[in-house]
């Protein structure tokens, strides 16, 4: 039952980073490439019809561990306490960016709004590669100084960063130099699945030169994945041993090398949907395999003295799990059903799309 | 410890205070939108169409709103209360988790499709959308509701050797006694506010003589709406409540009715005076006799324990707070059923839509509603203090232990600025579509 409620939430997580992923990397375009104020207009749009229905994704995520996993709910939203709440408000800034960007006529009006969407969105997709960095490395649970611990075995309060921005020091702060490059793989990651995005959804004028900036971010993801894999085992030394023995779990880091491989041949490519499919691999093979490397643990420690949290000494009983089951999967049904709903109704390219007024 | 209580409570008030502006507007608001375009549906008058789309503009906004501000709350349980989260997420962790599954996904969906999508799939399914999104909005307050309701009143629990609470009875959480009337009395509160809103800005459009027509019909429906709802408001949904406060949280009973000490026979029923907490009396009192035993157990004489009855750490922590809040929401739900009344009789007798001093009354109310909602809300809340879950778990047990209050006050101070922000651009825009009126096309 642990195990079926971690698959959902990474199913919901994973669906998360694929749905509002793009809206980061559109953000993340529009503030570097997005020159003309047409084009700035429809790749704004792009997200902003579908910010707030990708957003609840994070709520369901957010709801779902609450309630499967109290425990390790309240030890990370205490433990990233500040980190989560900047997060909050660069979501909130991402938000209102879009929507207010089109409410007044004048330019200036838009450019705010428009800044307000792209550095939210950039910051956004650092933040989220960070907190993976930190879930993969882990943290100084239960606050142990000199081999005692200061708070309860589960629970942790991180700095933002430590003076020695290392992720070997003792007590490691959210920002180190493993996780930064965990941020960095992010954002190239979702930049490159936000202008896949906006090639499918739009008929801007930078969709061929799009082409070429996803071939060469697609160059510099394939260098910074092999270079955290090559530290990767110095910060999380137990990284790769779920690899070897259960074998068939190589398949999430083969999804996230065919999406990187098959981007390298994105100028050649026909049909729009394609170079968003590879960039879908990219993030679920990405988030699945991190995870995958952890399994069953949620949160590792870094010291000795305190166990890492897992899916099983953070979960609630028995019988609330399974009652859930049953209100769980009639919701998933109809998320589901929604999404192809939506998706039908609002298919094709922004620009042609006519709504109604 | 004193300080990171304080500060986790101030910034969670301050949060959810500023949230439930908006879901009250649009939970009312999405009833009056598929009353407006099913009226449209029936009778085939433009203006119930545009009055609909209209509505959903504003719902729009609000309900962005409602999201950007909501999301803190879901993620405060976390940050600011862990403790609570932990033991407790195995229950209240359900509810929530059902209402970003059955009601925020519904919500969200629907909404787009109902403000582009009208053309696309004709009349009947987007009446069918705004009636989806109106399912969503009220389906929300349920499970908040339900959550709520197990703190007020815990029900299908069982508390485990490690002090976790875990749930014992999955369907105990809806048929939770507390629930219902809760539920009924915040939902009709929530159209009392939209009908004001409704109301005022069609009082608003009569008086600058400017989209008169839809004017007209905006009042009505706002007065016909925010009469009904006030009505029910009051009785039965809010008298139901009073006995459940009564039953169940007998201190906070008489904390908020402002009983320093038991009467022999028949309590009274304070209409205005001021706590003294130092004398434990009220100060400058007017109040009947008889009334409060009445109203609360249909028996005159019955006797209502004061506040003299119970120890002090049983009693709510901020009793002037609880009072006034009660009391303002009462007296002020009183007005509003006086002034509806008053401006449906004008309407009968056609002297409505003349008649300036009502007229601006209407206008200058819509802040009231909002504040009878959340003093609603204090009372709840307060009361149910010093507990997180009544009689079981006190406030104080419930904050993060690694979060230090200096962490607390920085985000405290960040989220003021940030809403005082977001509150001045939702003015702005709301501003903007109700001077543009429903005449006014865009795109």
């Known amino acids: 039952m642990e195990i079926f409620w971690y698959l959902s939430i990474a199913i919901v997580l994973a669906v ?25 207009e429809v790749i704004a749009k792009s997200a902003g019809l579908f910010w707030d229905s990708n957003e609840v994704w994070l709520v369901a995520a957010g709801g779902m561990l609450f309630m499967a996993f109290p425990t390790f709910y309240a030890s990370v939203f205490s433990g990233f306490y500040l980190p989560l709440i900047i997060v909050l408000w660069l979501i909130i800034f991402r938000a209102i960016g879009l929507e207010f960007r089109s409410q007044f006529k ?25 907190a993976l960095g930190n879930v993969v490395r882990g943290v100084n649970l239960g606050g142990v100084e000199n081999g005692i611990s200061e708070y309860e075995a589960h629970y942790f309060f991180l700095p933002l960063w430590d003076s020695s921005f290392s992720p070997l020091s003792k007590t490691p702060g959210v920002i180190d130099w493993f996780t930064i490059i965990i941020g960095l793989i992010s954002v190239v990651t979702l930049a490159i699945h936000g202008a896949n995005w906006i090639i499918l959804k739009t008929n801007s004028s930078i969709n061929a030169k799009l082409k070429r900036v996803i071939f060469n971010l697609n160059i510099v993801l394939a260098a910074l994945t092999i270079f955290s894999l090559l530290i990767w085992q110095t910060v999380n030394p137990n990284c790769f041993d779920n690899f070897s023995e259960k074998p068939y779990l190589i398949l999430f880091p083969i999804v996230y090398v065919t999406g990187l491989i ?49 899916i099983y000494n953070t979960a609630t009983s028995e ?30 390219k922004i620009d042609n799309m006519d709504y109604g007024h | 410890m004193e300080d990171m209580l304080f500060y986790d409570r101030l910034q969670f008030a301050f949060t959810i205070t500023f949230h439930y502006i908006f879901p009250q507007l649009t939970m009312g608001l999405s009833l009056l939108i598929v009353y407006f375009k099913g009226k449209y ?61 059955f009601s925020f996904f519904l919500e969200s969906s629907f909404l787009a499709l109902f403000i582009f999508g009208e053309k696309l799939m004709g009349q009947k ?15 929300s307050g349920w499970f908040i509701l339900s959550t709520n309701a197990w703190m007020q009143h815990p ?52 008086l600058r003589n400017k989209q008169i027509e839809y004017g007209k019909l905006f009042l009505k429906t706002g007065v016909v709406f925010g009469l009904v709802s006030s009505l029910l408001v009051a009785f039965p949904t809010g008298d139901w409540n009073a006995k459940n406060v009564a039953k169940y949280q007998p201190a906070s009973f008489a904390a908020m009715e402002g009983i320093f000490e038991t009467e022999e026979a028949g309590a009274e029923i304070v209409l205005i005076g001021q706590p003294n907490m130092v004398e434990k009396k009220l100060d400058n009192k007017i109040a009947v006799p008889n009334i409060l035993s009445f109203l609360t157990y249909q028996e005159w004489d019955r006797q209502i324990p004061g506040m003299d009855k119970f120890k002090k750490e049983e009693l709510p922590d901020n009793i002037p707070a609880l009072y006034y809040s009660y009391h303002i929401m009462v007296g002020l739900g009183t007005i509003f059923i006086g002034v509806m009344a008053l401006a449906l009789f004008f309407l009968w007798r056609k002297k409505l839509y003349t008649l300036k001093p009502l007229l601006w009354t209407i206008m200058f109310l819509v802040p009231f509603p909002y504040i009878a909602n959340l003093t609603g809300w204090y009372t709840a809340e307060l009361g149910r203090q010093p507990y997180l879950v009544y009689g079981l778990l006190r406030t104080s047990e419930g904050i993060s232990p690694t979060v230090s209050s200096g962490n607390t006050l920085f985000t405290l101070l960040g989220f003021v600025a940030l809403y005082m922000l977001l509150g001045l651009l939702f003015l702005v825009l709301v501003g903007k579509t109700i001077n543009e009126g429903p005449k006014h096309k865009t795109h």
């Not at chain 2, 399914?125 to 389906?139: M, P």
């Open chain 2, 155 to 206: 029900v299908g629990y069982e508390i485990l050797d490690n002090g976790k609470y875990v749930l014992e009875n999955f369907s105990a959480l809806f048929s939770n006694p507390w629930l219902l009337p809760a539920f009924l009395h915040n939902q009709l509160a929530s159209v009392v506010t939209s009908s004001f809103v409704v109301a005022s800005i069609g009082a608003f459009y009569i």
């Open chain 2, 41 to 101: 549906l029936l009778n085939k008058i433009e203006k119930y169409n545009d009055a609909a789309k209209f509505f959903m503009k504003i719902f729009a906004v609000n309900f962005t709103m409602g999201v950007v501000t909501g999301i803190p709350m879901e993620f405060q349980f976390g940050t600011n209360w862990a403790k609570y989260s932990e033991l407790t997420g195995g229950i209240i962790g359900q509810t929530l988790a059902m209402e970003g599954m």
């Open chain 2, 125 to 139: 399914l987007h009446f069918l959308t705004g009636f989806l999104v109106f399912l969503g909005s009220w389906a």
């Open chain 1, 106 to 130: 004048f330019q200036m009006w838009k450019d705010i709004w428009d800044a307000s969407f792209g550095v939210s969105s950039l910051l956004l997709a650092l933040f989220f590669g960070i």
């Open chain 1, 319 to 348: 019988y609330g799990l399974s009652v859930a089951l049953n209100w769980g999967i009639i919701g998933f049904v109809l998320l589901f059903v929604y999404m192809i709903i939506q998706k039908r109704l609002m298919g094709g």
């Open chain 1, 16 to 40: 998360f980073f694929i749905l509002d992923g793009y809206d980061f990397g559109t953000g993340i375009i529009h503030l570097f490439l997005a020159k003309e104020e047409k084009d700035k």
């Open chain 1, 262 to 310: 098959g981007l390298f041949f994105i100028k050649k490519m026909k049909k729009d949907v394609h170079g968003f499919i590879l960039s879908t691999l990219l993030i679920v093979g990405g988030i699945t395999s991190s995870l995958a490397s952890l399994f069953p643990v949620l949160l590792p420690s870094i010291n000795t003295i305190n166990e890492p949290l897992t």
